[in-house]
Nanobody
Framework: QVQLVESGGGLVQAGGSLRLSCAAS????????MGWFRQAPGKEREFVAS????????YYADSVKGRFTISRVNAKNTMYLQMNSLKPEDTAVYYC?????????????WGQGTQVTISS
């Protein structure tokens, strides 16, 4: 069974940067598009960004476009989310997952996530 482990979260000031990682273990992520999602307190989980298996196509939520960059290194079974110009509204628990359909429908179990807190 595949396990997804998110890391890299933390507390930063508005305008700062963080780089999140998503490591897949238990099976190869061969062929799967993957995505980042987030859930703020009291809100439903929402889509953030996605990337195809090859990395040739990416897709972003309007709220993060131009500030976040998704990437992956398949040889390491790892996906990343570079987050720049962070805003307090980016505060959330961030999750990664495989995609059932492009560009934003996830499937499979969710990991523990990684907490991102942006102070104003």
């Amino acid at each position: 069974q595949v396990q997804l482990v998110e890391s890299g979260g933390g507390l930063v000031q508005a305008g700062g940067s963080l780089r999140l990682s998503c490591a897949a273990s238990g099976r190869s992520n061969t062929g799967y598009a993957m995505g980042w999602f987030r859930q703020a307190p009291g809100k439903e989980r929402e889509f953030v960004a996605s990337i195809t298996w090859s990395g040739g196509s990416t897709y972003y939520a309007d709220s993060v476009k131009g500030r976040f960059t998704i990437s992956r290194v398949n040889a390491k079974n790892t996906m990343y989310l570079q987050m720049n110009s962070l805003k307090p509204e980016d505060t959330a628990v961030y999750y990664c997952n495989f995609l059932r359909s492009w560009p934003r429908e996830a499937f499979g179990s969710w990991g523990q996530g990684t907490q991102v807190t942006i102070s104003s």
